[in-house]
């Protein structure tokens, strides 16, 4: 399936295959130089799959996890494209999930003053969401994402046969991201969640998440409005992340979500999250979470703009209190 990304200049296809990273060069053109950047917790045939379809492919291999969107590994890809005479012809491809997508889309956005970026994710919850979208960030001052650019891919190639080397926790991950989307935005992907099995439904669940991730980011591309419900649970669930970095971003924002849930709907959530392998009882250091969700480039003085479902399917958006959305959080959570 073929969804189109209409962003006028910038637009761009988004592949959904099973098996396209097996046939890569037929939809990315591989026929110059390539920055193949992946990291060691990807399966390392995939990247050789890539590769090995380039004419001239150069695999960079860099730590698993957030450590690695920072400056210095930032540098690094930029080193390497320096070292091997990369031009403006040539193109960085990345291989990986989310971390590896944003390091290396805003390494291919700043080098020459950018080059040609495409995307493989090679996660659920990269594949779902952040693979598509055009942002690129790395971590900063202990913040996440807070610097980076918009900087849209050429093409998104999507294999759902990727995800078979995942573990569970990993599927859970990135579940959360399309629960998400289901709450403010699609009542029958919800009931997917509710009523059916997961699994034989992953397909669908993909294709679905990102068709509506499509309409929003069409409609408001550097998230001036409407893209920030894709923000629904991320205010406290990027607090809990930084303040608990042995949860995954799924499992955090999971959590976001509850307290901005109302209450006639929150237990139907709350029944799916347990189904998608998504909670579990936390102790939360509140002082760490709330200085870090309020250090997060949405908040805005002693203010916060928060989306909130009262009705799955549907969405408000609301300024809140930075004290209050915590006093909520803790009641819930």
Sequence with gaps: MTIHMNLGADSYDIIVERGVLEKASAH???????????????????AKALAAQC???????????????????????????????????DCVVAVGGGVVGDLSGFAASAYMRGIDFYNIP???????????????????????????????????????????????????????????????????????????????????????????????VEQDEKEAGLRKILNFGHTVGHGIESAMPALYHGECVALGMLPMCGETIRPRVLAVLKKCGLCR???????????????????????????????IGTFGMNTMKCLDVIELAKAVL
């Excluded at 492919?57 to 320096?82: P, Q, Y």
């Design 122 to 216: 090679t996660t659920l919850l990269s594949q779902i969401d952040s693979s598509i979208g055009g942002k690129t960030a790395i971590n900063f001052g202990g913040v996440k994402n807070i610097v980076g650019a918009f900087y849209q891919p050429k093409k998104v190639l999507i294999d759902p046969e990727l995800l078979k080397t995942l573990p569970a926790r990993q599927i859970s991950n990135g579940l959360a991201e399309a629960v998400k989307m289901s709450l403010t935005s699609d009542a029958g992907l919800f009931d997917i969640f509710e009523n059916t099995d997961i699994e034989s439904h992953l397909d669908e669940i993909i294709i679905r998440s990102l068709n509506i991730k499509k309409n929003v």
């Design 281 to 311: 009882e936390l102790q939360y250091d509140w002082e760490k979470i709330t200085d870090a969700a309020f250090h997060d480039k949405k908040a805005d003085g002693d203010t916060v703009t928060v989306i909130t479902v009262n009705e």
């Design 28 to 46: 990315l053109n591989l026929d110059r130089r390539v920055l193949v950047v992946t990291d060691s917790g990807v399966p390392a045939e995939y």
């Design 55 to 89: 004419r001239e492919g150069i695999i960079c291999t860099v730590d698993e996890g957030e450590a690695s969107k920072s400056l210095n590994v930032f540098g690094k890809l930029l080193d390497v494209m320096l070292d091997r005479g990369f031009s403006r012809k």
